[in-house]
Antibody, heavy 123, light 111 residues
Framework: QVQLQQSGPGLVTPSQTLSLTCAIS??????????WAWIRQSPSRGLEWLGR?????????DYAVSVKSRITINPDTSKNQFSLQLSSVTPEDTAVYYC?????????????WGRGTLVTVSS | QSVLTQPPSVSAAPGQKVTISCSGS????????VSWYQQLPGTAPKLLIY???KRPSGIPDRFSASKSGTSATLDITGLQTGDEADYYC????????????FGTGTKVTVL
């Protein structure tokens, strides 16, 4: 059974960088059949996919256009985890952030999800 | 800002059926499979349906879904109080703002 454990600060100062980590158990961040994603949820924006990382002979990243200039998702194979960094945050980045495994069958779907981390951007 | 439109809320009595629609376009639902997620109050979303109509193990057959053209539908039959939650559809979108997209969400209330 795959489980995702999120960690990271719940409060970030405006203009700083938001950093979260998602530790994986029951699967590998280097899996050739999955990807590892970050999704956030806020009342104003609903569920918003941020991006993902995956390994297919080499590492790839896909990022949402809305955050592409500010986002980095990195795998850490030594700890079997992946991270999210979102730079130059503003109060509009306040949201619950989820990590999730992106699975493929005939198309992609998210399963499972982490428990979520509420990140507030405020001074 | 979601590109997939769902009704804000639906409701029915226990034992009855509710249907949730998810409306998109040719750049998303029209050319991709749809997944559905259940979000119970205060929890993370949970996969309910993938590949338009497949249920993961452990999901009861009271939950079923289909897709036609640029729309998808989730049906919940034999409604239970434990089904009170928000439900979201999701898929890919290959418009200029390409990526994964979700529906606006539907709150199911058991009367």
């Amino acid at each position: 059974q795959v489980q995702l454990q999120q960690s990271g600060p719940g409060l970030v100062t405006p203009s700083q960088t938001l950093s979260l980590t998602c530790a994986i158990s029951g699967d590998s961040v280097s899996s050739n059949s999955a990807a590892w994603a970050w999704i956030r949820q806020s009342p104003s924006r609903g569920l918003e996919w941020l991006g993902r990382t995956y390994y297919r002979s080499r590492w790839y990243n896909d990022y949402a256009v809305s955050v592409k200039s500010r986002i980095t998702i990195n795998p850490d194979t030594s700890k079997n985890q992946f991270s999210l960094q979102l730079s130059s945050v503003t109060p509009e980045d306040t949201a619950v952030y989820y990590c999730a495994r992106d699975q493929w069958d005939q198309d992609w779907y998210f399963d499972p999800w982490g428990r979520g981390t509420l990140v507030t951007v405020s001074s | 800002q979601s590109v997939l439109t769902q009704p804000p809320s639906v409701s029915a009595a226990p034992g009855q059926k509710v249907t949730i629609s998810c409306s998109g376009s040719s750049s998303n639902i029209g050319n991709h499979y749809v997944s559905w997620y259940q979000q119970l109050p205060g929890t993370a979303p949970k996969l309910l349906i993938y590949d338009n109509n497949k249920r993961p193990s452990g999901i009861p057959d009271r939950f079923s879904a289909s897709k036609s053209g640029t729309s998808a539908t989730l049906d919940i039959t034999g409604l239970q109080t434990g089904d009170e939650a928000d439900y979201y559809c999701g898929t890919w979108d290959y418009s200029p703002s390409a990526g994964r997209v979700f529906g606006t969400g539907t709150k199911v209330t058991v009367l």
